[in-house]
C-alpha cells in the first residue's frame, strides 16, 4: 500500500520542475466548434479546438459522429481514457478491472472483446496492436486521459481512409500539440486510489516553436481482492512552424505498467461476494513497458490544399499471466511496428454555396510480433511451451470526395484497396510459413440532405471485412475473409436554438465462418441492427439535459445459431443526466446510466439482466485557475458486473466497483 506522505512529495517534486521548465506560460488561443451546413454530430460538452491544423474532417461525414469536447473531459475522473467514451451514446464500457489488458466495449451490436472492431488514432497514428491480447486490440492504458483535447466518435465503417480493425468504427484522439500552459491534476479516492499528472507548454520565437511536457503517475488497490494497479506515462512534443503554412512536429511517449488481476469468479461466487477473486489468481496479472516516436507534418500548400504525413515506430513487451485452473503461464509478446501515412485534400470552389474536395492518400503498418507462452509459478517462468515470430505487413490506398452541389446537399464517397502479406516461423521447430495474400476493395458512399438550416437528413453505405485472426492467417488451412456491408439512415435537427435532436437506424450483414469437418464454410449472416436516439436540451442557461436510447436487435440469420441473439450485446442502452454550471463557478452532474439484458452464449440458454448505475459530481472553482471536484461514483451502490460471459457451465462475472469518492484538485493557467 502506497503512504500518502510520499505520494504528496512525488507530486510536489514533479510540479516543481514543470514550473521550472514551463516559465512564462499564457493562455493557449482556442476557439469553439459548433454544427453547421453539413456537419451530422452530436456535440457532448464544449469543444476546444486549435487555431489552426485541425482539419481532420470527421465531422462532415454523413453519418453519425459523436464528439466528446474538452470542458467535459476536463471534468472526469478515470482510470484510464476509454472511460471517457462512457459518455458516448450506445456506447457500453466492458471494465475488466485489469490495469494493462485492453478492455473492451459493445457498440452498434459488436461485442469488440479487447476493442478489436474498432481502430482508434492518437493525432492520427493508429495504435490497434496485432498481437497483444486480441489481433486489433487498442489499448487505452497508455493514454492519459488529462493530455485529450478532444475524441471524435465514427458510427461505422463509413470512412475510407480507415480500412483494417474499423468494422465498428473509428475513435479519433487529439491531443494538446501546443500553447503557453501550466495544469495539474491531483486525485485521491476511495480504494487508496493516488493520481497525478503536470503538464506544461510553451511557445518561442514568435509562435514558430513550442514544446510540451507531460508525466502521469497512477496507482490503486482497486475495488476487487488481488486488483493493485500502477503506471507511469511520460510524453514530450515539439512542433515548429518555419512558415504559417507548415508545421513539422516530434511526439514521444513512454508508458510502464504493472498489474494485478481478479480473474473471473461464477456466478455463484458473485451472488455470495462480488469482491472476491478467483482462488489461483494471486500472481496473477501482468506487465508493460511502451516506447514509441513518431514525426508529423502538416502543410497547407495553398488555402485549398492541405497536406498531412505520419511516420511513427513503437515497441512494446508485455505479459500477462493466468490461472485458469491448471497452473499458471505466462503469454509475453515483444511487438515492434514501424508506420506511415499520407493525405492530400484539394477543394474546388464552383460558387459560394457549390464545392467538391478530394481526399486521396496511402498508410502502411509493418508489426514484428515475438509471441511465447510459459509455465510459470508465481510469475517465475518454469518451461518453455512455445514460441513463435509473425511478421504482419499491411498497405492501403483510398481516395475519397465530397461534393456539394448547393448549399442543400453533400454527396459523399470512397473506395479504398488493402493488401496483406506476411510469414511465421516456429523458433522451436524452424518451421516457416508464408502467409497466403489478401487484397480487399472497399466502398463508401452517402448523402446529406439539409432540409433547411435547422433540419438535415442522411443516408450511408459502407462494405468492410474481418481477417482471420492472429495465428489463424498463417494455417495452412485458414478461414476466408468475413465481409461485411453497413448501412444507416438518419435525421439531425435544432427545432430552436437550445434544443439539439439526432435519430439514427443502423444495420450491417456479415458473414458468419465455422470450421465444419475441417473446411471453413459460411453459415448465414450477424444482422446487427437497431435504433439510436440523442436529445440535448439547454432549457436554462447553464442548465442542460442530456438523454440518449439505443435499442438493438442483433440476431444470427442461419447456420446452427438461426435467429439467435449475438452474445453480449445489450437489447437497451439508456443513457440520460442533467448538468448544472452556475455563474459563480459551482456546477453539478449526475448521470444515470440503463444497460439492458444481453445473452452469454451462443445458444441463448443463458443470460445476464443488466445493470444500472449513477455518477454524481460537484465542482467549484476556488480561483481563476483553480478547480476542485467531488466524484462520487455509483451513487446507489449497486453490485453489477459491466462484463459477464459463459463457459464452463456457468455465467463468469467481472464484478465492478461499488460505490466510490474521488477528490481532485486541478490547476490550469
Known amino acids: 500500500m502506497k503512504k500518502w506522505g510520499s505520494f504528496v512529495c512525488r507530486f510536489v517534486m514533479v510540479s516543481i520542475l514543470a514550473i521550472c521548465t514551463s516559465k512564462g506560460f499564457a493562455e493557449e488561443s482556442e476557439k469553439k466548434m459548433s454544427p453547421g451546413p453539413g456537419e451530422v454530430f452530436m456535440n457532448i460538452g464544449e469543444v476546444i479546438v486549435e487555431a489552426e491544423y485541425d482539419t481532420k474532417g470527421s465531422v462532415d461525414l454523413p453519418g453519425s459522429v459523436d464528439v466528446l469536447g474538452q470542458n467535459q473531459i476536463e471534468k472526469e475522473v478515470t482510470t484510464n481514457a476509454l472511460e471517457l467514451l462512457r459518455r458516448i451514446p450506445g456506447f457500453v464500457y466492458r471494465d475488466y478491472g485489469n490495469g494493462g489488458v485492453p478492455s473492451g466495449f459493445t457498440m452498434r451490436g459488436f461485442n469488440s472483446n479487447h476493442g478489436s472492431d474498432n481502430l482508434v488514432n492518437i493525432d492520427g497514428i493508429p495504435i490497434n496492436d496485432h498481437f497483444w491480447q486480441e489481433d486489433g486490440a487498442p489499448d487505452f492504458n497508455q493514454l492519459t486521459s488529462d493530455e485529450i483535447e478532444r475524441i471524435d466518435v465514427i458510427k461505422g465503417p463509413i470512412d475510407a481512409r480507415y480500412g483494417n480493425w474499423a468494422r465498428a468504427g473509428v475513435v479519433n484522439i487529439f491531443t494538446r ?54 503506471r507511469q506515462n511520460a510524453y514530450a512534443k515539439w512542433y515548429y512552424r518555419p512558415a504559417k503554412n507548415l508545421q513539422l512536429g516530434m511526439q514521444t511517449h513512454i508508458y510502464r505498467a504493472n498489474w494485478y488481476t481478479g480473474s473471473y469468479i461464477t456466478e455463484e461466487q458473485y451472488k455470495d461476494n462480488p469482491r472476491q477473486a478467483f482462488a489461483a489468481s494471486q500472481d496473477d496479472g501482468g506487465q508493460k513497458d511502451l516506447s514509441e516516436v513518431s514525426l508529423h507534418l502538416d502543410w497547407d500548400v495553398n488555402e485549398n490544399t492541405p497536406v498531412e504525413a505520419r511516420f511513427w515506430y513503437k515497441e512494446n513487451a508485455a505479459s500477462r499471466y493466468a490461472d485458469w485452473g491448471s497452473g499458471q503461464t505466462e503469454i509475453f509478446c515483444t511487438e515492434y511496428v ?72 453533400r454527396l459523399f464517397a470512397g473506395i479504398r484497396e488493402d493488401l496483406f502479406y506476411g510469414d511465421t516461423k516456429n523458433e522451436l521447430t524452424g518451421n516457416k510459413k508464408d502467409m497466403d495474400d489478401y487484397d480487399i476493395t472497399t466502398y463508401k458512399g452517402g448523402i446529406i440532405g439539409n432540409l433547411t438550416e435547422r433540419y438535415s437528413l442522411y443516408a450511408n453505405i459502407g462494405t468492410t471485412y474481418t481477417l482471420p485472426k492472429k495465428n489463424l492467417k498463417y494455417a495452412e488451412k485458414h478461414p476466408g475473409v468475413n465481409d461485411l456491408l453497413f448501412w444507416e439512415i438518419g435525421l439531425k435537427a435544432r427545432p430552436i436554438d437550445q434544443i439539439l435532436f439526432r435519430y439514427a437506424y443502423f444495420n450491417s450483414e456479415e458473414d458468419v465462418i465455422r470450421e465444419v469437418e475441417g473446411k471453413y464454410v459460411s453459415e448465414g449472416d450477424a444482422i446487427r441492427k437497431g435504433h439510436e436516439i440523442e436529445l440535448t436540451a439547454s432549457v436554462l ?40 454550471d452556475s455563474s459563480f463557478g459551482t456546477g453539478a452532474r449526475i448521470c444515470y446510466s440503463d444497460v439492458g439484458k444481453w445473452y452469454t452464449d451462443a445458444t441463448n440458454d443463458h443470460s445476464y439482466k443488466g445493470f444500472h448505475t449513477a455518477d454524481l459530481t460537484v465542482y467549484h472553482k476556488l480561483a481563476q485557475k483553480w478547480k476542485v471536484s467531488l466524484d462520487i461514483k455509483n451513487l446507489l451502490d449497486e453490485t453489477y458486473a459491466e462484463y459477464v460471459g459463459f463457459w464452463s457451465d456457468t455465467n463468469q462475472y467481472i464484478s465492478s466497483n461499488p460505490r466510490a469518492y474521488y477528490l481532485s484538485f486541478r490547476y490550469e493557467g
Open 541 to 580: 442557461k447553464g442548465l442542460e439535459l442530456f438523454t440518449s436510447l439505443t435499442l438493438d436487435d442483433s440476431k444470427y440469420d442461419g447456420g446452427e445459431n438461426d435467429n439467435k441473439w449475438i452474445t453480449a450485446v445489450p437489447k437497451s442502452i439508456w443513457k440520460t443526466g442533467v448538468q448544472y
Open 338 to 409: 514501424y508506420g506511415a501515412l499520407a493525405n492530400a485534400a484539394h477543394t474546388m470552389e464552383f460558387s459560394e454555396t457549390s464545392r467538391l474536395r478530394i481526399d486521396t492518400g496511402f498508410d502502411y503498418r509493418d508489426f514484428n510480433s515475438n509471441a511465447s507462452e510459459w509455465q510459470t509459478n508465481a510469475r517465475v517462468r518454469q518451461a518453455l511451451n512455445a514460441k513463435s515470430n509473425y511478421d504482419f505487413r499491411n498497405m492501403g490506398l483510398y481516395f475519397k470526395a465530397n461534393y456539394d452541389p448547393s448549399s442543400h446537399i
Open 177 to 230: 500539440t501546443r500553447g503557453n500552459f501550466f495544469k495539474s491534476n491531483l486525485t485521491t479516492g476511495t480504494w487508496n486510489t493516488e493520481k497525478a499528472y503536470v503538464s506544461g507548454g510553451s511557445e518561442h520565437a514568435d509562435g514558430k516553436f513550442s514544446q510540451i511536457y507531460s508525466v502521469e503517475y497512477f496507482s490503486t488497490d482497486g475495488w476487487r481482492e488481488n486488483t493493485d494497479q500502477e
